[in-house]
């Protein structure tokens, strides 16, 4: 696999307070990378130091492994807020993002068109709302056809059809073969849509690596039966099996490698002649599942 | 060149703020340059006639310096502009563009550059246009004899200028940096300077520049009564040095700090 972005050791320091904390991860072509951290974990300082615009303390990074002489003309990015001149249009404000880029204005209405925002492209940027602005932020990422899109909460301030919208487009660029990176405190939002992801708190990082492994699939199904030492036996030898311990009730929790609905588990024990006394699927929620992740760490 | 020069005027065109500057800059300097003739002195001075002043190539001397009265507003002017990439994070939209540091500012340069020629081009015109009406002499030599005041104008605006991208930068707020543009220009200096011999005064940064195009000289009757330095001298490279520590004090605040 391609390398997009390797960081190394990126450590920012505001003062005596230190932002990040030798951070590493590498990011894979074709990926949809998240970010995931509550507000001040070190997202944006992240983005904005791979984006030029911050200066790190210590380390370094390197995008698309240094073969690009100036890699930010095949990114696009939103970074915290939607930055343009308040007095331009919305037209003219991409009109100078292109001639930055030194690309042709024949995308303009295209991407427009994308976020909807075709009808208002001649009204000034200060006349439009705050999901609106996010919007044409979008816009103005995807103006240059990027290799790669980063995308920092980019859903922030939109209403739910319009989150609903960009985590299709999102999903629609990804298939294109394009590389996402996307910063949020929505563990949902990260689920729901990236393939891989580093955890971050307080500046350091937690866990990195795919979706599957450190977020997906983490409920656990009790059972009981009056044979427990059959259904334990039998529960290790199920083709899925994740892990197997006994509760404090004497109950037996299972969790599986990939999902396995209640109905398919009891139709397993069924058919190796065990009828289940107790059968109950417990989720996790996405809050306890983040607190697992950060919690420990505090 | 061209392209960041037209990505810079695509910012500002269509602000209605830098019209009202330019605008006014051109009302004050003509209505002060065509009222000044007006004035009458009294005492001692009251022997001066100011038709000399009006006519080539004096005029060049009397138009440069009232024109220079002025700059201090499009100073004003390039802090607000400057600030405003600031206050609208667009500096760092350009960066995530793709430009660099150093791209950023080199347009803005660029564009202080085509500033500072338009307004000369401007002064020049001006210069010609009521030079032509006032004058009785009209030969060539006459007319273009004293043009290295229109040469030393546009270094002194070009100087201005980039203080003001320096102010704008340091401040980053339109307020503050206009106030500090004001306060050290106007009161700051003035203060360092009364302290000081003139023989150093005259170097510091807003006495240099002043001192470029010196008050016109004053003649009554055969006597010269006040006699101005030439504007192609040491204050003229001065300036220029000047500028060049502005614009590079302003990269290194931009490469050092986040945008």
């Known amino acids: 696999m391609e390398t997009v972005l390797g960081i190394n050791n990126l450590s920012k320091q505001y003062g005596k307070l230190p932002a990040l904390s030798n951070v590493s991860f590498t990011i894979e072509k074709q990926s949809v990378f998240g970010i995931l951290g509550p507000n001040g974990s070190g997202k944006t300082t992240t983005l904005g130091i791979v984006l030029g615009v911050i200066n790190s303390t210590s380390g370094n990074y390197t995008w698309f492994d240094n073969s690009m002489a100036n890699p930010r003309k095949k990114i696009g990015a939103i970074l915290e807020t939607p930055n343009f001149y308040h007095y331009l249009s919305a037209y003219r404000n991409l009109q100078i993002a292109a001639d930055i880029k030194g690309i042709s204005y024949d995308n303009i209405d295209k991407v427009l068109k994308i976020v909807s925002l075709k009808d208002r492209k001649n009204h000034r940027f200060s006349t439009f709302s705050l999901g609106m602005k996010q919007r044409l932020s979008i816009a103005s990422a995807l103006l240059a056809d990027p290799e790669v899109l980063i995308l920092d909460e980019p859903t922030n301030g939109l209403d739910p059809q319009g989150i609903a919208e960009i985590r299709e487009l999102i999903k629609d660029i990804s298939s294109q073969g394009k590389t996402i990176i996307l910063a949020s405190h929505m563990l949902d939002e990260v689920e729901k849509v990236c393939t891989h992801v580093a955890v971050l708190q307080k500046g350091k990082i937690l866990t990195t690596g795919r979706v599957t492994d450190i977020l997906g699939t983490n409920d656990i199904i009790e059972v009981l039966a009056d044979d427990i030492e059959k259904i334990e036996m039998l529960a290790k030898t199920h083709p899925l099996i994740k892990s197997v311990s006994k509760s404090n009730s004497g109950k037996l929790e299972l969790s599986f490698t990939s999902s396995v609905s209640t109905s398919q588990l009891n139709e397993y024990f069924y058919t190796k002649g065990i009828v289940l006394s107790h059968l109950l699927l417990r989720k996790k929620t996405l809050e306890a599942q983040f607190l697992e992740l950060t919690g420990n760490r505090k | ?259």
């Open chain 2, 1 to 259: 060149m061209m392209k960041r020069l037209s990505i810079e005027l695509k910012k500002i065109t269509r602000y209605p703020t830098f019209w009202v500057f330019i605008g006014l800059y051109v009302l004050m300097v003509s209505l002060l340059f065509c009222a000044f003739p007006t004035i009458k002195f009294n005492g001692p001075l009251s022997a001066l006639t100011l038709k000399s002043y009006y006519t080539f190539p004096d005029i060049w001397h009397t138009l440069t310096y009232i024109a220079g009265l002025f700059n201090l507003m499009l100073g004003v002017m390039v802090v607000i502009l400057i600030t405003n990439e600031f206050t609208f994070r667009t500096v760092r939209q350009n960066i995530i563009d793709g430009w660099s540091v150093m791209d950023f500012l080199s347009a803005k340069v660029i564009l202080l550059l085509f500033l500072a020629l338009c307004t000369t081009i401007f002064v020049f015109i001006f210069g010609i246009v009521y030079g032509v009406i006032a004058s009785p002499i009209m030969d060539s030599s006459a007319i273009f004899s004293e043009v290295s005041y229109i040469i030393a104008y546009f270094v002194q605006s070009l100087a201005y200028l980039c203080f003001a991208l320096f102010m704008g930068t340091l401040f980053k707020k339109a307020g503050m940096g206009i106030i500090f543009f004001l306060v050290y220009s106007k009161i700051v200096e003035p203060l360092i300077g009364w302290k000081l011999p003139d023989t150093i005064s005259d170097y510091l940064p807003f006495h240099n520049i002043s001192k470029l195009i010196d008050i016109p000289a004053i003649k009554i009757g055969g006597m010269t009564i006040y006699h101005s330095d030439s504007p192609l001298g040491i204050h003229f490279i001065l300036t220029l040095v000047y500028s060049a520590a502005f614009v590079s004090a302003t990269y290194l605040l931009l490469k050092k700090r986040d945008n």
